[in-house]
């Protein structure tokens, strides 16, 4: 797909990645970049269309849509971390909160620009996932577990959409040096060598991203996760927590 003349919308596009995104997206020489923030007020980067738009109000996703119909190029890339564990917190609200925003969202993102994608030629759609879609990290279980469903919600939408000629877009990476991981001190990809991957393949029709070492070496590892993933996950988690006194 030629990103050049193309008309985009970028979810969370006021900071992180999405920023980075939009702003490439222009110097590639698309024509439209709608990027689209639940307060559109927040979007900086010059030359962009703000767009009102929380991913979990369908009211708002109908109107961007509506608003949005010329629209080429999706990135869903919008996302929540609340560094939660499965058993280790009260509740489940952060386990759906995520799972609003990083597989609700998108699936309803995914849902409401089919049809226009499909009228303007098919173009492509592109869901920002994460090395977190493969394994999961106990200390970011409910995370985890919602990028996993983002990754199936992905490989799904992208068999029901091939026949209208959509490619679909699987882009997954360890930590990015954002707001999201400011607190980590493991190596992080930059932005902008995440975005430039990222509209390279759709630029090549290529279907999924593994955007650094990390993503690779655990995506081929999945076959033999249990044996060669895992132990290593469980030593890392056990040296954090405290045994039981009893």
């Not at 006021?14 to 698309?30: D, I, Q, S």
């Not at 849902?111 to 920002?128: C, D, S, T």
């Not at 990290?137 to 992905?154: D, E, Q, R, V």
Request: glycine residues 10%; contains cysteine; hydrophobic residues 45%.
């Amino acid at each position: 797909m030629d990103i050049g003349g193309s008309t985009a919308l970028v979810t969370g596009a006021n900071r992180g990645l999405g920023r980075v995104l939009a702003a490439e997206l222009l110097a590639r020489g698309a024509k439209t970049v709608y990027a689209a923030a639940r307060e559109p007020d927040t979007v900086t980067v010059p030359g962009v269309v703000p767009v009102r738009l929380d991913v979990t109000d369908p009211g708002q996703v109908a109107a961007a849509a509506e608003r949005c119909g010329d629209v080429t190029l999706l990135v869903n890339n919008a996302g929540v971390l609340t560094n939660s564990p499965l058993l280790g917190v009260s509740g489940t609200e952060p386990a759906a909160r995520e799972m609003a925003v990083n597989y609700f969202g998108m699936l309803a993102m995914c849902q409401a620009f089919a049809a226009p994608l499909g009228r303007n030629g098919g173009g492509a759609i592109v869901n920002i996932l994460s090395v977190a879609s493969f394994y999961t990290n106990p200390a970011t279980g409910s995370y985890s577990a919602s990028k996993a469903a983002a990754w199936a919600l992905t490989n799904g939408v992208r068999v029901e959409l091939r026949r209208q000629g959509t490619l679909v877009v699987g882009v997954h990476c360890g930590y990015i040096d954002t707001d999201m991981a400011a607190g980590v001190t493991a190596a992080k990809a930059s932005p902008e060598h995440i975005a430039a991957l990222t509209l390279d393949a759709v630029r090549d029709g290529y279907e999924e991203v593994l955007a650094d070492e990390k993503a690779r070496a655990i995506k081929a590892s999945i076959p033999r996760h249990l044996e060669e993933l895992y132990p290593e996950v469980q030593r890392a988690w056990d040296s954090r927590v405290t045994p039981a006194s009893g």
